[in-house]
T-cell receptor, first 117, second 113 residues
């Protein structure tokens, strides 16, 4: 069963619109991530959070922004969508690393496929 | 900088064949390694997680091994089925940056009936 939820599943939107992609997890994980994946291409980390009020940019530059006001919620926002933002956006969460041991892997949501026309 | 490479990029086999997917990584200082499956246009499904102190993990027809010192992992799929057709992704979890996951490019597997 899915413990991490992304909405919407598909979104087609016009250029210049503001959009927010939702991601929520029910596992109490402190770490959350956003990845971007173009068709047939690798996943690239664009944002991550290690806890409430903590957000960092990932390895791939992105015009999107994120917020982490609650542990379970990590929304991604595009202030002005452009065709270049067309992609699949995948949200993930994981348990933190304590000491030298990371006991848990990542759990991914089903993704949001965004098309900007 | 950690780099993850998967070979082959694509693989087509007849149903029933046993197969091996390969993954290599450049920095052996990892906390764990995870294999995922991705169906076209979908999210990622976790298959197996191997901690850095472990050598292998098994789940049903899947067996993943880890040789951290040589920077290699393999995913073995026994008695392949058409339903196994998907892209298989290997990812290592870094330690020094607090657990970011670094992905390989994936192996696209097609199992023909």
């Amino acid at each position: 069963e899915a413990d991490i939820y992304q909405t919407p599943r598909y979104l087609v939107i016009g250029t210049g619109k503001k959009i927010t992609l939702e991601c929520s997890q029910t596992m109490g994980h402190d770490k959350m991530y956003w990845y971007q994946q173009d068709p047939g291409m690798e996943l690239h980390l664009i944002h991550y959070s290690y806890g409430v009020n903590s957000t960092e940019k990932g390895d791939l530059s992105s015009e999107s922004t994120v917020s982490r006001i609650r542990t379970e919620h990590f929304p991604l926002t595009l202030e002005s969508a452009r065709p270049s933002h067309t992609s699949q956006y995948l949200c993930a969460s994981s348990e933190g690393v304590t000491g030298l041991i990371a006991n848990y892997g990542y759990t991914f949501g089903s993704g949001t496929r965004l098309t900007v026309v | 900088k950690q780099e993850v490479t998967q070979i082959p990029a694509a693989l087509s086999v007849p149903e029933g064949e046993n197969l091996v997917l390969n993954c290599s990584f450049t920095d052996s200082a990892i906390y764990n390694l995870q294999w995922f499956r991705q169906d076209p246009g979908k999210g990622l499904t976790s298959l197996l997680l191997i901690q850095s102190s472990q050598r292998e993990q098994t789940s049903g027809r899947l067996n993943a091994s880890l040789d951290k010192s040589s920077g290699r992992s393999t995913l073995y799929i026994a008695a392949s089925q058409p339903g196994d057709s998907a892209t298989y992704l290997c990812a290592v979890r870094e330690g020094n940056q607090g657990g970011k996951l670094i992905f390989g490019q994936g192996t696209e597997l097609s199992v023909k009936p």
